[in-house]
């Protein structure tokens, strides 16, 4: 075998993973398409660090968003990667959002999310002036993090460790052989073989064609793509909020509702919305016409804001595992020896709160290669 691990794709996922392996193992590569890290999905969102309070009980997303979070912030730290626990409100602008928040507040610490207060609206005021709440629920583990910073960090720990980078590396199929995987792999010099024991599928939204190409059909790995578009605030008013502002999530809600994001360098955004792409194609643009549903949204807890403070921002898309109308669907992070694929694990449905889990993901990435079940 030429390797012993590739690691597709080096979005924070992918980097985390090999920060993780490159700890224990020897031979461990990361083959990416683009010529850097985080070209799509994780330099493309709202950078929020996520307390972990949306997500159903049990699942991956609550239980890795909740390890990831600790795991993150402890990371950030000692390794002075930029970073803010700015705290986060959860506001309702009426009676019937206000009496919501209790359900909230017992799911988080169902969750077991250890922050979460109420706040009345005059306590809000000091703290929010400019913000319209009846009532809100405070978060003081939320914050915000520079997804840039973090990813070139765990590039130069997964390096320094002994893992291999190789940008501008596409795979083009991957065929099961004895004891292990044959990928071939398209780079500048054309096509070309390369073996490896054991192969990670973390390709964010090529997930699921990866999967495909080493036979796993499975429906259920189906990704869907969901864009999430942003406007940023500007006339001086960015600074008339200080903490990440979110409404009461509406149900069967597709994200967690239009919100308001600062970020490291003093700016202010709202969004993302949700925009199913039908055609499944990459569109990052961010469509004139939606400026009207982002601001009659955000007005709602944002008064202040008039129509010629909004400009188109960026947008980013999730690869979510449910179509319009499906239940919430979770991570699925998976070894598929049971699919006669030993060594072979996928990540696919990586959305939020994959930025904030993604250390820990890492971790149990790490745990279900070496077979260790907890
Ligand atoms: C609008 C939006 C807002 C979000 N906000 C938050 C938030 O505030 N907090 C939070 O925790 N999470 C948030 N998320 C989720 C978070 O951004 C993602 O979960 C995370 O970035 C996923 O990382 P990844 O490494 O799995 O994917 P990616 O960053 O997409 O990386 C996958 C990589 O695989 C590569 N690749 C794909 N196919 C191939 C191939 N065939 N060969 C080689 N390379 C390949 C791609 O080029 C890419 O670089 C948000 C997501 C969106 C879209």
């Known amino acids: 075998m030429d390797t012993h691990i590739v690691i597709i794709g080096a979005g924070v996922v992918g980097l985390a993973i090999a920060r993780e392996l490159s700890a224990s193992h020897e031979g461990v590569y990361v083959a990416e398409r683009h010529h850097k890290f985080g070209q799509e999905t994780s330099s493309r969102n709202s950078e929020v660090i996520h307390s972990g309070i949306y997500y159903p009980p049990g699942s991956l997303k609550a239980r890795l968003c909740i390890e990831g979070r600790h795991l993150l912030y402890d990371y950030c730290r000692k390794h002075e990667v930029l970073h803010q626990q700015c705290g986060k409100y959860m506001v309702a602008t009426n009676e019937q959002e206000a009496h919501q928040l209790s359900d909230i507040l017992q799911r988080a610490r169902t969750n077991g999310v250890e922050s979460g207060t109420f706040v009345e609206a005059e306590t809000l005021r000091q703290e929010e002036p400019h913000i319209n709440a009846v009532k809100a629920l405070y978060f003081n583990t939320s914050g915000i ?66 999967a495909r190409m080493v036979g796993l059909n499975d429906p259920a790995y189906q990704q869907h793509f969901w864009k999430g578009q942003y406007w940023a605030i500007g006339n001086g008013k960015h600074k008339m909020v200080n903490h990440l502002i979110y409404p009461v999530p509406q149900t ?25 792409l039908e055609n499944g194609k990459l569109d990052y643009g961010v469509d004139p016409a939606s400026k009207s549903a982002f601001y009659h949204s955000a007005r709602k807890f944002l008064p202040f804001l008039q129509w010629d403070d909004l400009h188109p921002d960026q947008a980013g898309i999730r690869p979510k595992l449910q179509k319009p109308g499906d239940p919430v669907k979770d991570f699925i992070i998976r070894e598929e020896s049971r699919k006669g694929l030993p060594g072979f694990i996928n990540l696919v449905g990586i959305e939020s709160p994959g930025l904030t889990a993604s250390l820990a993901i890492g971790k149990y990435v790490a745990h279900l290669l070496d077979g260790r079940k907890d």
Do not use: C
């Open 145 to 210: 993090v520079d997804s840039h910073g973090l990813m070139k960090q765990l590039e130069t720990d997964a390096v320094v460790r002994g893992t291999m980078m190789a940008y501008g590396s596409q795979i083009h199929n991957i065929r099961k052989i004895d004891g292990g995987y044959e990928l071939e792999i398209f780079d500048e010099g054309g096509l070309f073989q390369f073996t490896a024991q054991k192969v990670i599928n973390a390709a964010g939204l090529g997930a699921w064609e990866v």
């Open 252 to 276: 069967k809600l597709t994200g967690l509702g239009i919100h308001a994001t600062i970020d490291l360098n003093g700016g202010l955004k709202i969004g993302p919305d949700a925009v199913y």
